[in-house]
């Protein structure tokens, strides 16, 4: 899906050195016993118009690092920069100026929209928050929104509950789209959908796209979904990116053996052909206390005697980039040093 726009366009958001560590609390005076490192030291970029796809795992910490963009939760390290900007040192008022820009959809259509509000005060809330226009304005920019959306301009009066589950998704979209933002996080924005549905709104986020040029950070946990709809995507696993490449680079040569593994999982539509499945052995370890060196060689088929002590580095091919101690060796040719 990568487009010679996105390609050639500026780079939109900045996210460098990103850490979010939550503490743990212990006895009766609450004191910090450990620390869950959700994600730690991630940086990427993405460019105005671009899709990034972000997947990994349940619990690798891709959710928070979509709320993070936002601020919707403060980093405990690291800076987020949205055209040039940095976000923790703008003034309260200028980020929320700068968040109608910034939007989200979230993955579950029944709990994300209040179920006392109609359909109308619900996407036109913003707006009005805003201050954009008077509210006859405001409700025009609703109705337009809604038909933007593939929805009848007539659900303004409605309530959530009258809706299918693709409906609502398709109202929360809305509610992300009505002040015309340049960026949105998409966090596992159909997981909670019906295959059948799924297709429908992952058109509609295309669409949008293409028509209003707009920069997706698209989370999810299903390869074949991100590969349709993303421009890069980076793969992560308990906190930290593993893998970062163009999508169709990505998907035709994975070089980290937990994308390998990830890519193993995804159906063929093709009764014909049979693909070998990578069964990783164990479960995540608790990102309360991590694996030592690379936090993936508990799990890993090919972990040698220096995953367990060293973190790999950045290893960056022409722009496919991977962290992995094997994949340098075998293409650098030179082992890295304990
Ligand atoms: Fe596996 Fe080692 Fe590479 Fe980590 S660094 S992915 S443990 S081979």
Same mark, same amino acid.
């Given at each position: 899906m990568s487009t010679e726009a996105s390609k050639n366009s500026e780079v939109l958001l900045r996210v460098e050195h990103l850490k979010n560590y939550f503490p743990v609390r212990q006895g009766l005076l609450s =004191?910090? *016993? *450990? @620390?869950? %490192? /959700?994600? #730690? $030291?991630i940086s990427f970029e993405i460019k105005a118009g671009e899709t990034l796809g972000l997947v990994g795992e349940s619990g690798c910490g891709k959710t928070t690092v979509g709320h993070s963009v936002l601020r919707l939760i403060t980093p405990t390290e690291g800076r987020v920069l949205f055209q040039g900007k940095d976000l923790s040192h703008l003034p309260a008022a200028e980020l929320r100026a700068m968040r109608q820009d910034m939007q989200i959809i979230f993955q579950d259509p029944f709990s994300s929209l209040? !179920? =006392?509000?109609?359909v109308g005060a619900i996407i036109g809330e913003a707006l009005a928050i805003h201050g954009r226009g008077d509210r006859k304005e405001r409700a025009e920019m609703v109705r337009d929104t809604l038909q933007k959306c593939?929805? #009848? !301009? /007539? @659900?303004?009066? =409605?309530?959530?509950?009258?809706?299918s589950g693709g409906q609502r998704q398709r109202i929360g979209i809305a509610r992300a789209l009505v002040l015309n !933002? %340049?960026? &949105?996080?998409? #966090?596992?924005?159909?997981? /909670?959908? #019906?295959v059948s549905i799924q297709s429908q709104i992952i058109n509609l986020l295309v669409e949008l796209k293409e028509r209003y040029n707009l920069a997706y950070l698209f989370i999810a946990h299903d390869l074949s979904v991100v590969e349709y709809i993303s421009d890069r995507v980076a793969v992560m696993y308990l906190g930290k990116i593993v893998e970062l490449a163009d999508s169709t680079e990505l998907y035709r040569n994975p070089l980290h053996p937990y994308t390998q593994a990830l890519l193993s999982a995804v159906p063929v539509p093709d009764p014909t052909r049979r693909k070998q499945r990578t069964l990783l052995p164990g479960d995540v370890p608790s990102p309360l206390n991590p694996p030592s060196g690379c936090r993936f060689h508990t799990r890993? !088929?090919? *972990? &040698? $005697?220096?995953c367990k002590k060293v973190e790999p580095r950045e290893l960056d091919v022409e722009g496919h980039k991977v962290w992995c101690h094997v994949v340098e060796e075998q293409i650098t040719g030179s082992r890295p040093s304990s």
């Open positions: =004191r910090v *016993a *450990a @620390y869950v %490192k /959700a994600v #730690d $030291d209040n !179920p =006392r509000m109609t593939g929805l #009848d !301009p /007539a @659900y303004v009066n =409605r309530f959530p509950h009258e809706f !933002p %340049k960026f &949105i996080v998409c #966090d596992e924005p159909v997981s /909670a959908l #019906d890993c !088929p090919l *972990a &040698i $005697d220096i």
